[in-house]
C-alpha cells in the first residue's frame, strides 16, 4: 500500500494511501515519512506542526533510521528553528559518522554563524581523517570560490577531475576551471579545459563565442575549432529532419508542411 501510494501522480490520492497503511499498522515507519512528506511538500499551505507530529512517532517506533531526523531538520530550518535543526544535525552526525552529506549538513550551520573559516577547517580536517572524497572536494572548492581564493579553488578542482574523471560532475568542473583560468587570462589552460569539458559532455553551445570570460580567445585558431566542433555536434547550417508535434492547440503540425516560411520551433 505505502509503494503504491509513493507512484500515484496526485499528491492527495498518495496520502490518501498513506493514511491506509497507517490504519492497518499503526508501527509502519514509513508510512508516517510518506505523510510528512505530504504535509512538508504538497499541502498548501504546508503544515510543519502535523509534519513534525508524524516525524516525532517515526521516530517513536524506530530511532535508527536517518530519514524522520533528515526531515525534522528540514523542517526546523525552514521554520528558522535553527538551535532544534543544530540538535537533530548532532545526533544525526552521532547515527552515521560516515555519511559526509549529514557532515556538510552540519558543518552548514557555520554559515549562519558567519563562521566560513570554520567551515574549511572542519572539512580540511575531514578530507585528512577520510580521504579526498569528491563531495567533500566540491564542497571546500565552493568555499574557498566564495573566499575570493582562485588559487585554491582550482587546486581542488584540479585534483577532482584527476581523481575522480568520470563522476557526473567532472564536465561542469571542467568547465568551471576554463572559466577560472581565464580570469588569469591563461590561453592554454582556458582552452585546455574547455575542450575537455566540450569532450566529456557539457552542454557547451556556439553563445560561449561571446561570453565575456572567453573573449581573448576570439581570434585563436583552436577556439575557433572548437567553436565549429560545438556547431557541428549540435547540428547548426544542417537540414532539420521532417517530424511531426502538437502545437499549444493540441493540433498535429508537420514540419515539411512549414517550407519555404521561417519557422521557429520551440520545444518546452
Known amino acids: 500500500i505505502y509503494l503504491f501510494g509513493r507512484i500515484q501522480k496526485r499528491s492527495e490520492d498518495a496520502k490518501s494511501y498513506f493514511e491506509k497503511v497507517i490504519e492497518k499498522d499503526k508501527n509502519f515507519y514509513w508510512g508516517y515519512i510518506g505523510l510528512s512528506y505530504y504535509y512538508i511538500n504538497e499541502a498548501k499551505p504546508p503544515d510543519y506542526s502535523k509534519a513534525e507530529e508524524l516525524l516525532k512517532k517515526a521516530i517513536s517506533i524506530d530511532n535508527s533510521q536517518p530519514e524522520a531526523f533528515l526531515n525534522l531538520h528540514s523542517i526546523y530550518t525552514m521554520q528558522r528553528k535553527y538551535e532544534l535543526a543544530d540538535i537533530v544535525s548532532d545526533i544525526l552526525m552521532k547515527m552515521n559518522p560516515d555519511d559526509d552529506g549529514i557532515f556538510l549538513i552540519s558543518v552548514n550551520r557555520f554559515i549562519r554563524t558567519g563562521e566560513r573559516d570554520r567551515i574549511i577547517s572542519a572539512v580540511e580536517n575531514r578530507i585528512k581523517e577520510r580521504g579526498d572524497r569528491p563531495n567533500l572536494l566540491l564542497f571546500l572548492a565552493d568555499k574557498y570560490f566564495e573566499k575570493g581564493d582562485i588559487e585554491k579553488t582550482i ?89 511531426k508535434g502538437k502545437d499549444l492547440k493540441g493540433s498535429i503540425v508537420e514540419l515539411g508542411a512549414l517550407q519555404g516560411k521561417v519557422v521557429l520551433v520551440e520545444f518546452c
Not at 197 to 224: C, M, Q, S, V
Request: hydrophobic share 35%; charged share 30%; no cysteine.
Open 155 to 243: 587546486e581542488l578542482f584540479e585534483k577532482f577531475v584527476n581523481l575522480y574523471p568520470k563522476n557526473f560532475n567532472t564536465p561542469t568542473v571542467l568547465y568551471n576551471l576554463s572559466v577560472l583560468y581565464s580570469k588569469k587570462l591563461d590561453k592554454n589552460k582556458t582552452l585546455l579545459y574547455l575542450k575537455r569539458a566540450f569532450e566529456e559532455g557539457y552542454p557547451l553551445r556556439g553563445w560561449i563565442e561571446n561570453h565575456p570570460p572567453f573573449l581573448f580567445l576570439k581570434e585563436e585558431k583552436e577556439f575557433k575549432e572548437l567553436i565549429f566542433k560545438i556547431n557541428e555536434k549540435i547540428g547548426i547550417g544542417k537540414k532539420v529532419t521532417n517530424f
